[in-house]
T-cell receptor, first 117, second 111 residues
Framework: GAVVSQHPSWVICKSGTSVKIECRSL??????MFWYRQFPKQSLMLMAT?????????EQGVEKDKFLINHASLTLSTLTVTSAHPEDSSFYIC?????????????FGNGTRLTVT | QQQVKQSPQSLIVQKGGISIINCAYENTAFDYFPWYQQFPGKGPALLIA?????SEKKEGRFTISFNKSAKQFSLHIMDSQPGDSATYFCAASGSARQLTFGSGTQLTVLP
């Protein structure tokens, strides 16, 4: 079945550095990928919608200059957390759906645990 | 408003019992209602989903009941097992495929 791969699964970085998270659709093409953030014991909050070949659409309150999204191909989207701070520590999860099937479900990656020290 | 309200926040069920989680939505443009299961440290995994043209969908031990007029839908887990212990999220989306999640239900199934 459809699989979404996310890498790395966890990362620890120092405050002020940048971290890149990759999201790949392994056996289908995804025109659109979504990035979510989840704090402990909370729900998933949509951060941005990543569209292949165009600029991402950010949700209200999400800083586009801090969370850089690139969707250069139909199988890869990246999220870069720039100048990370401890408050950016969270679980980041991407999702994607098959561009060829409107009725296809949205599949999620296994998430990336970011810890900023 | 694009809210999805989920209850209860936590649920404890005996093995073999029925777990029931409820959700309500406000946006009538939503046309896709999935349920996800999430284990600690993992991404959500799709369990079952329904569209508003049917009132019920069953897959194995999992059933979604959908009430379009009340704008409510629920997940029933029959014969609940300890391995079902996880956090469950309902969600809803429209044509843009952006999921709005409920707040989650932490299910514990006692052996």
């Amino acid at each position: 079945g459809a699989v979404v791969s996310q890498h790395p699964s966890w990362v620890i970085c120092k405050s002020g550095t940048s971290v890149k998270i990759e999201c790949r659709s392994l056996d289908f093409q995804a025109t659109t990928m979504f990035w979510y953030r989840q704090f402990p014991k909370q729900s998933l909050m949509l951060m941005a919608t990543s569209n292949e070949g165009s600029k991402a659409t950010y949700e209200q309150g999400v800083e586009k200059d801090k969370f850089l999204i690139n969707h250069a191909s139909l199988t890869l989207s990246t999220l870069t957390v720039t100048s990370a701070h401890p408050e950016d520590s969270s679980f980041y999860i991407c999702s994607a759906s098959d561009v060829n099937s409107y009725n296809s479900p949205l599949h999620f990656g296994n998430g990336t645990r970011l810890t900023v020290t | 408003q694009q809210q999805v309200k989920q209850s209860p926040q936590s649920l404890i069920v005996q093995k073999g019992g029925i777990s029931i989680i409820n959700c309500a939505y406000e946006n009538t443009a939503f046309d896709y209602f999935p349920w996800y299961q999430q284990f600690p440290g993992k991404g959500p995994a799709l369990l079952i989903a329904i569209r508003p043209d049917v009132s019920e969908k069953k897959e194995g031990r999992f059933t979604i009941s959908f009430n379009k007029s009340a704008k409510q839908f629920s997940l029933h887990i029959m014969d609940s097992q300890p391995g079902d212990s996880a956090t469950y999220f309902c969600a809803a989306s429209g044509s843009a495929r952006q999921l709005t999640f409920g707040s989650g239900t932490q299910l514990t199934v006692l052996p």
